[in-house]
């Protein structure tokens, strides 16, 4: 029953552009607080920001077969996901796939797992957040499946989703909605520019926000 | 119940500046390896080494109202010291409340949860010291308290304490015991000087501070 | 009976300089997936890459006495690999043990526990590989022993062993084996020197490593 | 946006009643090795063995308010199964929410979090999974979702799926696979029937299985 | 600098044999959600339920002497609570110890590290809250302190506070809340008795609590 | 080169049955505090006690088929000790595995990863000390070795070591040390028996241990 799906759906590019402009913390607010990947997902190399379509990849416990067959269904400007069916910190990925994927125009990887070859993906600035970075091989032995819904650090990612990465983490935001949480965390950005310079100005956000009498109401002393 | 403490006192200034010129692991020595906060409290970047009065605030989890609070409460020079009332990994903090510290002359941030903005918190140049970089949002519905006792990652932090940080880690030394620790601290690192020099130069420890007789005398048997 | 050995055998400095070259993964692949550290092994500062012959010291939990006793057993261009005999996060190393190291010519420090003054460490281009950053003191009450076997980070290392160490972790290789295993490893990169052009070309890794076949043959269905 | 489902499907009784019968581990294999929760999720109690049809519940952190509104969604013979939206260790259930449970035939309780009143569940012979034991109380500010798709513990949970769990742990069955599992399972079981009395009677699995050509061509040898 | 305070005021015996009545989980409600001990803190048998005066002891890590020293000081009806002052999961505890304890009167044990002869302490019905069971025996080299304020799995315990532990974990009541503390638990569960009632018998929680219009004020839809 | 050795020498069986009736802790200090497994290693079930000959099986990450070539090693009086290459929490091990192990007269189990069937194996009265509990199969794809040392959960255990293991964890005995090690254990535990009655009498240990002198010496002060 292992597949690969070979038609998936994306976002609009300039939608993606949009989303990667914006940040994850800004994102992942913007969407209501979803969409966020477990915070041990880290970056192997820190600087990198971007958005990308979701190509999923589905991987039994140290076993990388399925990486391989996900390249050819790799798109310029996807990124790849990978999540093995039980936890593992192996290390799936190392430069050669690195150099693969770049060669296809992939935008980076994002595994719930562990990666080697670490300087190298820096000096490649290929952007890599993963669970663990570990040496630790694989093996080639059992099929898994390429874009099906699968769960990536605790977070739902359906093939054509967008990825939003950043130092932050990694944020997920459905395919369908993409759009539409981009013009909401547009506003937010809009918005958080004007209080940005008053808070630097020396402006509390006490007064900005207008907390004071809430903060009053809910019984806060000053003592 | 819950107060916002207006006033504290502080350690004097030249000792705050001479407990952050010896360093987290010195100050620890110094005062009998003690104040030490959890070392899973770690920069959000390299390279800052302070010492500051805290400013200490209790947060419910998942909750950053009491920061917007306790932002008003920061003298020039001081930290801001979080601790939530039960674990959380949630982020906090992010680059609009580091903007309105800053503007406050705030040195920095420890905080027993998560930050978010990083890249943002780096190029600012603003330290902090987390348990966690996450972008989880927060919400703005409970109270806490803002300078009253905390445990921060293990460790008693009142307000006014002087709170050493760096890249080892933090450390927190009683306002009372700041001058005295400050002395003992001065005198491990001068009478360091001397040791690295020699050590440096190809001295053995074992010659140095003469450990071969108890050495010998424990048991230790070269074969 | 805490002994310390006086004497141990060391892999020809060929051999250590060879497999320096060929990094952890490699090395760790090309002796069959073994001899890995375990993962939560990272270093200090990354950009190090280094193989040497460890001399290996058993100390107690929090007690670092035997690091000193130690330093006299360092050959120049040897690593010291510390294991603990019951887990333990304190901070047994610092400046001047590294400084003590440098001078005898020991290119590192590998040790299943904590170490501080990681600025300075850095400063000093002594790369460390730890389990931990803490500043956390150790005492100096109780023997262990020198150049025994011991078990670090989960892998034996035997006195005279060879450590690999980058970025991506520490790897083992036992000293009778170096020759051998270096040999492997080298095949493997001359091997992997010509796949890498041609994936970097676009040519994919299913056609390269003709798995098109074998995937078929277990089951995988293209939708 | 938070909604309630108030109408979900569910699978057969008879279906469940045999799932339940068969165990975790054999339905885990049964549907190819997928469906299990992680294993961090302990019974509070051992001893019970179940299934059900899950009621599931999006829960905001430390937030327990959308718990009272899924017992009103509860069936008899339904499993609640809880997730907060992002991770926490705080006690959402306790003998109250139990006592209320019961009332309406729910089995049991599957929750990515702390309870409470873990002697009271015992008592009540209420079974639950759980990622922590924990006496931390939540709050009641924010809404949540109730029959909604949620990941829990890692695992994709839809309403009306089927959930087993036991002492090893939970598994979740899709609903429209109950049937096509449930029949899996029990082939599994008699399958297992005749192998069991074998090897107690002490036939090895290397030859009721006839591992040993397959071992022997693999290149293992007996020293 | 290491003490022993040797007076140490307590808690009136009916309003700790009151709070034990009460329960961790209704206690720590009853304060205002603080003084909870972190959720690790687990029993090494269930079944105990307590409260009692702490005499507190501060050791140093993997170091078990100074709890020799806290033996005399113990009243009839205490409880010991260690904290290590860096973290340590040796095993300080075992039945030689306990039988000690229990010769005073003392009611139990609450260490943030380890213990051991766990098959003894159930035995002997000496409960035990504890972050570990581990055989891992300590040294007697160092001192440490009684009855001084200690950090004890994230919490503050002042010598006489009183403990109240069950299955659910530890909390600590500062002395001179205690009296309050237990007025505002009896409350809680005087009125918990009535509810408990109505939602046995099956009333929703969604009417007993009148949830039904703040939660549609919220938003919350039925579909 | 995957190898299975079919000759081991064993500890004399009264030395072993000796081993058992010490314990774990009481072994442990006898050796001087050496050959503890990671506390992380729990009893399945609690309440069995018993010391064997470990027959060892280094095994692949998440593929059990080396246990299955084990069995055969296996004599009336031995225990399997399994120690994966990477750190797994698979489960490895079940109740048709067990059924097989018990047919052999084999004493337990202790793995440094996940088992399954626990219910079973309670019944069954068959002890095993994992890592994990965890229903996650495993494959048999790759080849291992039975009877070489291997690290089980940060120890060293050779074939023929004696295992002896209790509630409270595994500890291994050197077979070659066996001997000597009873007979330190059995001393311990004659001189604990007098001193267990007088602490049980009420004597303090501060006076039965004569550490009065010894703490002033160091400084204590009582206040």
Known sequence: MPIVRTKIERAHADVIEGLAACGVATVHEAQGRIGLLGAYMRPVWRGARLAASAVTVSVPPCDNWMIHVAVEQ????????????????AGYFGDLLA????????????????????????????????????AQGTVKETLGDVNIPVVCAGAIVNPGDVIVADDDGVCVVRREDAADVLKKAQARIANEGEKREKLNSGVLGLDLYKMREALAAKGLKYV
């Open 74 to 89: 790799i798109h310029k400007g996807d990124i790849m996901v990978v999540a093995p069916t039980s936890p593992s910190d």
């Open 99 to 134: 150099g693969s994927l770049q060669a296809r125009g992939c935008k980076g990887l994002v595994i719930d797992a562990g990666v080697r070859d670490t300087a190298d993906l820096e000096e490649m600035k290929f952007p890599v957040w993963s669970k663990a970075i570990s």
